[in-house]
C-alpha cells in the first residue's frame, strides 16, 4: 500500500494568513491526487484534482502543487470559512489512501 | 450534474451484515466512471473501502476484502456495499462517490451506521 503522510497535523492561524500543507507518498504517484476539504458533519469536497487543478467553483485562493512524492496545498489568504480539516487522496494504486488530515482552525 | 444519495439502515447489530444502497442521479451508472465506499469512524480519518464499475468488476481494500461485497444495479442506477461480520470498529459515516481517472468526486452526503446491541 502507498502510505500518505500530511504536515503538520493541526495548525492555527489567522483571516489573512497564507497555509501551505504538505502531503508526502511513500512512493511515486505522478500526479494523481487530490486535496479535499471536510468541515464538521459534512461530506469532504474536493478542491484540487491531479495535484494542481482547481476543482469548478472553487476560490482561487485554493491552489496545489507536486508530483511524485511531495505536494502542497496552499491558501493563499485564509478566510473564516476555510477553517476545516483538510486531506489528501492518492488515486495512482489500489487500494486508494487517505492522509490522515490536517486541522486549521482560529488562533 | 450528478448527485449521489446513500441510504440504509442505521443501526446493525454485531456479527450482523451492514447494507447500504448510494442511488446515482443526473448521470448513469454506466458511465465510464467507478462507484467508491469511503467510510469514516468517528472523530477519525478516512477509509476507502472499494469500488465498482458497471461491467461487475470491483476493487477492494486488502484491510475489508473478506467482508465486504460491492454490486451494482444498472436498472435502478445504484450500487450497493455489504459489510458481513461486523463489529464496534465498523461504526462509521458511510460515503458514496464516484470516481475516474481524475480522482473521486462528487461524494453523497454521508450516512451514520452504529454497529450495537
Known amino acids: 500500500d502507498i502510505q500518505m503522510t500530511q504536515s503538520p497535523s493541526s495548525l492555527s492561524a489567522s483571516v489573512g494568513d497564507r497555509v501551505t500543507i504538505t502531503c508526502r507518498a511513500s512512493?511515486?504517484?505522478?500526479?494523481?491526487l487530490g486535496w479535499y476539504q471536510q468541515k464538521p458533519g459534512k461530506a469532504p469536497k474536493r478542491l484540487i484534482y491531479a495535484a494542481s487543478s482547481l476543482q469548478s467553483g472553487v476560490p482561487s485562493r485554493f491552489s496545489g502543487s507536486g508530483s511524485g512524492t511531495e505536494f502542497t496545498l496552499t491558501i493563499s489568504s485564509l478566510q473564516p470559512e476555510d477553517f476545516a480539516t483538510y486531506y489528501c487522496l492518492q488515486h495512482n494504486s489500489y487500494p486508494r489512501t487517505f492522509g490522515p488530515g490536517t486541522k486549521v482552525d482560529i488562533k | 450534474q450528478v448527485q449521489l444519495q446513500e441510504s440504509g439502515p442505521g443501526l446493525v447489530k454485531p456479527s450482523g451484515t451492514l447494507s447500504l444502497t448510494c442511488a446515482v442521479s443526473?448521470?448513469?451508472?454506466?458511465?465510464?466512471?467507478?462507484w467508491s465506499w469511503v467510510r469514516q469512524p468517528p472523530g477519525k480519518g478516512l477509509e476507502w473501502i472499494g469500488e465498482i464499475y458497471h461491467s461487475g468488476s470491483t476493487n477492494y481494500n486488502p484491510s475489508l476484502k473478506s467482508r465486504v461485497t460491492i454490486s451494482v444495479d444498472k436498472s435502478k442506477n445504484q450500487f450497493s456495499l455489504k459489510l458481513s461480520s461486523v463489529t464496534a470498529a465498523d461504526t462509521a459515516v458511510y460515503y458514496c462517490a464516484r470516481s475516474s481517472v481524475a480522482g473521486t468526486n462528487p461524494w453523497g452526503q454521508g450516512t451514520l451506521v452504529t454497529v450495537s446491541s
Open positions: 512512493q511515486g504517484i505522478r500526479n494523481d
Open positions: 443526473g448521470g448513469s451508472i454506466s458511465s465510464s466512471n467507478w
